[in-house]
């Protein structure tokens, strides 16, 4: 069986973590979240401050019009465009190396040129994600509210930055699917199908 991707773009606080974890545990597959994307990428020497300005969209000072980056890094205009490469470059290297399932990270847009990607994205009512966030984050429903506008736009301003199109766009994915319908393994399970129909068990 040859290698897919799966890339998973989810609102925050609708369980599309859990839902990427339990379809790549589901399938044998590999799992990267943004969690452990950023680790390989600190190892490439950019700290997390560095990946945190950069997905606020900051214009990171250190200007480099004439310079070349380690490892053979193409010239940047700042420090913002090489971290951004870097990123674009890790996600490519995860998806050759085997299947897997990519979480974030605008995945769908950095693999839109692989023919054997299916782009997922996971959404849930307001109400259900406020919820989720107050559990995971022992926050009061009023914080759970301002912290859950407060991730949506930083995260639609990334991915439109990035991709010049809307997070949620029908248009750049392959299926949408509300995570509060089927709960997080049945959700899981339903993309398993979907993903096994298209591409078979999955074993390498």
């Known amino acids: 069986m040859e290698q897919y991707v799966v890339t998973v773009g989810c609102e925050y606080g609708c369980g599309g973590s859990a839902v990427g974890r339990a379809l790549a545990r589901n399938l044998e597959i590999a799992y990267y979240d943004r969690t452990l994307i950023d680790k390989i990428i600190e190892e490439t020497g950019v700290s997390h401050d560095l990946m945190k300005m950069a997905d606020a969209g900051k214009d990171i000072k250190g200007k480099r019009e004439n310079a070349s980056g380690p490892a053979g890094l193409p010239k940047y ?43 997922v994205f996971i959404y849930a009512p307001d109400e259900i994600r406020i919820q989720n966030i107050m559990k995971s984050h022992s926050l009061s429903e ?28 029908r248009h750049n994915r392959d299926i949408l699917i509300n995570s509060a319908f089927l709960g997080v393994e049945g959700t899981a399970e339903y993309l398993e199908e979907l993903i096994q129909k298209k591409y078979g068990s999955g074993e390498e």
């Open 142 to 169: 009023s914080d759970a509210k301002i912290l859950l506008l407060e991730k949506d736009k930083r995260y639609h301003k990334r991915h439109l930055a990035l991709t010049g199109s809307n997070r949620g766009d």
């Open 77 to 119: 205009k700042n420090l913002t465009d090489r971290v951004v490469y870097i990123q674009k470059e890790v996600v490519k290297k995860l998806a050759a190396r085997s299947s897997c399932v990519i979480i974030g990270r605008c995945s769908d847009y950095i693999l839109r040129n692989n023919p054997r990607c299916v782009n």
